[in-house]
């Protein structure tokens, strides 16, 4: 497929946030990919995430309309990158009005932005709608599907609408020259828990609305279905936008009310407006170009010329740029959390350039190629590109030296999963040892294993993160409160060099990670908990104030340095007042009224997380 002329995601990224900035919208940084404050996720998944306690009602400090580009990494696709249309990377762009405009606006600015911002051809667009659930009296969506068919008429186009419900009976009626289609819940349904039978009390809901783009070039692939339609996974329709009507709640009778305001959520991938803008269903052809030409140069093949050497360059490109990302806020190559997903990316990215014949050691040269690309958008990677590449080779190195005790293993008939969990040996590679010396490898074997450490994995980080973006049960928002004072008593026995490195909060604990070059001594710790229990005694109130962000850096509030932030920020304060206040902190929030009730404060455990970094486990008492 020809592509069109080329329009890079740094425009439309531009010409979005100037869109809805005209639109009376505060525009917001990206939040880092790794959440703070939030035990539910490892990392940022979606545009929507950092919004949800203004969603649920908290006043946001810049207002009732806010626009914003997200960064945004997802697990789940680790998998499946290496097709046309998968990353793990990527960008949501964003739109919310809190309780301020509702339906008729946000469609209407949609389809404005969409076919005369970035020109996409509105005879390629079809839209999806709520079909309605009957059993809890939540009616057909009527509205949004009368806006989207006026404006197609105005466009001189006829936009029929279809009644599909499930997306398996998609694939059974197809488009019957539909323009507007009404799906289940399933589909056309947002909420934290899902449809609504699975909806807590008090938790809100609603329709939703999204956009696709039809590649008309690509053909139906009937393995997926017998016919094509919007929600059909063949590769013919993009999703590349949803605009969440967040209008109810669920009582506690389980039956559904209005919400007092409405809300709207508008999440759109960066990179697939960019498909769509460009008429290329290849999602890595134009948004990772400068990557591409980087491996062409590196391994003297062409991208696209073969399936299994673009599958490579697909994984190589994706796998890096995410890895660069997640480095430059702080994520570490590790065997736990985080740091176990960029290692995972790294050495999946080793493998393929091993594959494509790529010089070793030469892979971390591409981050000078991303750093590059988003030099202007988001300077902070340009500016540790350097550290970033270093962290990048001697990840290389070491999983090379893991390679080379993988390889004697293999030689003594140690079995794949093994290999796998032991070993960090990549089934691909065991795979191909295999077949060079005449071996067959149990694959379904593996898969049983390998599910059995998935499911274990699992548990384990369910138990590690239960809670939710909702929890301010007592004990979490007691614990998030004293992270602010261990934080200043960490400086003030170890000095003003220590930076803080992320914190994770649950009702049962707290972990503060923090930047030091040497392990705590037990008097440290002793004095660092007698600090934090002498300031409980005091009884001090925690405050709050939003100041302009140039404002509140004068005030000394601590915050995360070279992070991007809003033109005005919250600062919570422990003290009468901000200037004479023990701890000071940019923070979202929420804190107790008053510390004299959070307990005792004992540090459990100092240790290692990666190097230079040590963390701290704590309980209140």
Known sequence: MLCLAH????????????????????????????????????????????????????????????????????????????????????????????????????????????????????????????????????????????????????????????????????????????RIFFYDAKKNWWSRAGVPEKMPAGEPGGPDSEMFYEFTDVPHDEKFGKFCHP?????????????????????????????????????????????????????????????????????????GEKSDETRAFRIIADHMKASVFLIADGVIPSNADQGYYVRRLLRRAVRFSDFLDIDKSILSEVVDSIALMYKDSYPEVYAKSSSIKNIIAEEENRFRETLSKGLKEFEKGTDAFTLFSSYGFPLELTLELAKEKGLNIDIDEFKKEFKKHQDLSRSGAEKKFKGGLADTSEMSVKYHTATHLLHQALHDVLGEGIMQKGSNITPERLRFDFSHGAKMTGDEIKKVEYIVN????????????????????????????????????????????????????????????????????????????????????????
């Open 231 to 303: 929600n059909c996974d063949c590769g013919r329709f993009l999703e590349i936008g949803n605009n969440v009507f967040m209008e109810y709640k669920k009582n506690s009778d389980g039956t559904f009310s209005k919400l007092p305001k409405n809300n709207v959520d508008f999440g759109g991938g960066l990179e697939r407006l960019v498909m769509a803008a460009t008429n290329c269903p290849d999602i890595i052809r134009v948004n990772y170009q400068p990557i591409i030409e980087y491996i062409e140069s590196a391994c003297g093949k062409k991208y």
């Open 7 to 178: 329009m890079k995601s740094s425009e439309i990224r531009q010409r979005f946030l100037k869109f809805f900035e005209k639109r009376g919208h505060a525009v917001i940084p990206s939040s880092p990919l790794v959440p703070e404050n939030d035990p539910t996720t490892l990392f940022t998944g979606s545009g929507m995430q950092p919004m949800v306690p203004y969603l649920l009602g908290e006043s946001h400090p810049l207002g009732t309309r806010i626009a914003d580009s997200q960064k945004s990494f997802r697990t789940v696709d680790i998998d499946e990158v290496g097709d046309n249309r998968h990353t793990t990377f990527f960008e949501m762009l964003g739109n919310w009005s809190l309780g301020d405009y509702f339906k008729k606006e946000q469609i209407e600015w949609m389809f404005q932005f969409l076919t005369e911002e970035i020109k996409i051809d509105p005879n390629k667009l079809y839209v999806t709608a709520f079909m309605g659930d009957d059993k809890n009296s939540i009616p057909k969506d009527i509205e949004s599907a009368g806006l989207w068919k006026k404006l197609f008429a105005q466009r001189g186009i006829e936009a029929k609408e279809i009644e599909i419900g499930s997306e398996e009976n998609g694939y059974q009626v197809g488009m019957q020259g539909g």
């Open 534 to 621: 002498q300031k409980i005694k005091e009884n001090l109130p925690v405050n709050k104030i939003v100041l302009p962000t140039a404002e509140a850096e004068k005030t000394g509030a601590r915050h995360f340095f070279g992070e991007k932030y809003g033109d005005q920020v919250s600062v919570y304060y422990i003290g009468k007042d901000i200037q004479s206040a023990y701890a000071k902190e940019f923070c979202g929030g929420p804190h107790v009224e008053n510390i004299g009730n959070l307990g005792t404060f004992k540090i459990q455990k100092e240790e290692a997380v990666s190097q230079g970094v040590r963390r701290i486990k704590a309980v209140l008492q």
